[in-house]
């Protein structure tokens, strides 16, 4: 279902989640590591990183473009996602080697990596036991376990209000700024790709069940904490208005405004909320463990 999902959304993926491969992109994924690090980057770049369910590249090209990976190894379960990772890549001037696998049994030699990421993969995985045990075990000792971006149980009952809001205040919002509403088929096409999410999506984690995980692999030092709060209703309702009119028909001045006042929300979240509030409250979370030297 996660192939049939993802290989189905691949060509799209990008445009529709905003992904970035630029400066924006890169401060982005800079900032998750370096919060999920403890708020440090590394001191050098990882050397062998593995990228599980890599998608088209948001968190690991990003990464690499700013010389924070030297060696990339992209996995996907998907291999419309690793298609469209290869060919971002390409644009960029970065190497990397793609590898369609799914996480729970890795084509890997034992301790081949020193880190082992991922971004909004593992809801998706439905044996996390099986796979942080595969992530030990191709990880070299003293190597690190990144993983952002997980869908956090609270946050998303709390995104359900400003997607009923948007949703409400789609018809009011089109007429506002001039957008054409989808057509019936359109609708049918977004409504089929939107009952297929609860067939993907198999966790929403509570920030005690992911720090559970890791040691019952092997690993020490596992670190939970959240991310967006306010940028996660704000950006909810928006999409929710948004993905009610066909997308050339809104407006720049419009986008602009909706993507640069959520990076806005984020800088609040990042600086005044996360450091203070717990993880629960927030849409995702960051974790990240070692393997003993
Ligand atoms: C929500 S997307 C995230 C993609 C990318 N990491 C990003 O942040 O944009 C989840 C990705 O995980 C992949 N995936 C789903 N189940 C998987 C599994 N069991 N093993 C490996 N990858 C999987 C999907 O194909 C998809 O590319």
């Not at 990228?51 to 998907?78: H, K, V």
């Not at 034992?110 to 991922?118: H, I, K, Q, W």
Request: glycine share 8%.
């Amino acid at each position: 279902m996660n192939t049939r999902y993802h290989d189905a959304a691949a060509t799209s993926y990008d445009s529709k989640w905003g992904i970035d491969f630029g400066e924006i992109g890169q401060q982005q994924v800079a900032s998750k590591l370096k919060r999920t690090l403890g708020g440090k980057l590394p001191m050098q770049p990882f050397g062998d990183a593995l990228e599980i369910g890599a998608g088209t590249g948001y968190f690991s090209l990003n990464l690499a473009s700013q010389g924070l990976i030297e060696n990339l190894t992209a996995t996907d379960i998907s291999p419309g996602m690793l298609t469209s990772l290869e060919s971002t890549a390409e644009s960029l001037g970065l190497s990397v080697t793609t590898v369609v696998t799914e996480a729970e049994t890795l084509p890997f030699e034992d301790e081949s990596f020193d880190v082992v990421l991922g971004h909004a993969v593992l809801h998706h995985i439905p044996n996390l036991d099986r796979a942080f045990s595969e992530f030990f075990r191709v990880l070299r000792p003293g190597g690190t376990i990144v993983f952002c971006g997980e869908p956090s149980r609270y946050g998303d009952r709390l995104a359900a209000v400003p997607k009923r809001a948007g949703s409400f205040a789609a018809p009011a919002w089109r007429r506002a700024v001039g957008a054409k509403a989808l057509t019936h088929s359109e609708e049918e096409l977004a409504d089929d790709e939107h009952s297929l999410e609860p067939e993907v999506d198999v966790h929403a984690f509570v920030p005690a069940d992911l720090r559970a995980i890791p040691p019952r692999s092997g690993f020490v030092d596992t670190r939970v904490r959240g991310e967006e709060l306010v940028a996660n209703i704000w950006g909810w309702g928006m999409r929710s208005m948004e993905s009610s009119a066909t997308p050339e028909s809104i407006p720049f001045g419009w986008r602009n405004f909706a993507y640069r006042s959520y990076i806005v929300f984020q800088k609040v979240d990042n600086h005044l909320l996360e450091p203070y509030l717990p993880a629960e409250l927030f849409y995702n979370l960051l974790m990240c463990a070692r393997k003993r030297p």
